[in-house]
């Protein structure tokens, strides 16, 4: 399920990491070499941290529900439009990343090149 890396921007710090129509057919796929995932959430590609940002578990093996990422180890779950945790969850925000799709290819944009929280 891993994407392979196909190329790398390296000025502009983008990173092509799949296609769109795998992404549709799998809903979430674990960029390779990273620490990142991209979801079709709901005609959307959203990007984030694989780590959930409450206890680290790793949101690959989550599900997506109703615009959510819902975390495997607890019952808490992330606003796919603004990483937002659960109210009343004591954490930080799922971390988001910049998307483009050009030629049916989806690019992010790499941590390094953010800011950070």
Not at 38 to 52: D, K, L, P, Q, T
Not at 95 to 108: A, K
Request: charge should be neutral; proline fraction near 5%; charged fraction near 25%.
């Amino acid at each position: 399920m891993c994407a392979r890396l196909i190329s790398v921007d390296d000025e502009a710090g983008w990173i092509a990491v799949c296609d769109l129509d795998r992404l549709k057919r799998e809903a979430i796929v674990r960029v390779a070499g990273r620490d990142l995932l991209v979801i079709w959430n709901e005609g959307h590609v959203v990007a984030c941290e694989r780590a959930c940002p409450h206890e680290q578990a790793d949101l690959a093996l989550g599900h997506v529900t109703a615009g959510r990422l819902h975390c495997p180890r607890h019952a808490a779950s992330f606003d796919l439009r603004d990483g937002a945790i659960t109210a009343g969850w004591p954490s930080l925000p799922l971390r988001l990343y910049p998307v483009r799709i050009t030629g049916g290819q989806i690019w992010i944009e790499t941590p390094q090149q953010q800011t950070g929280r």
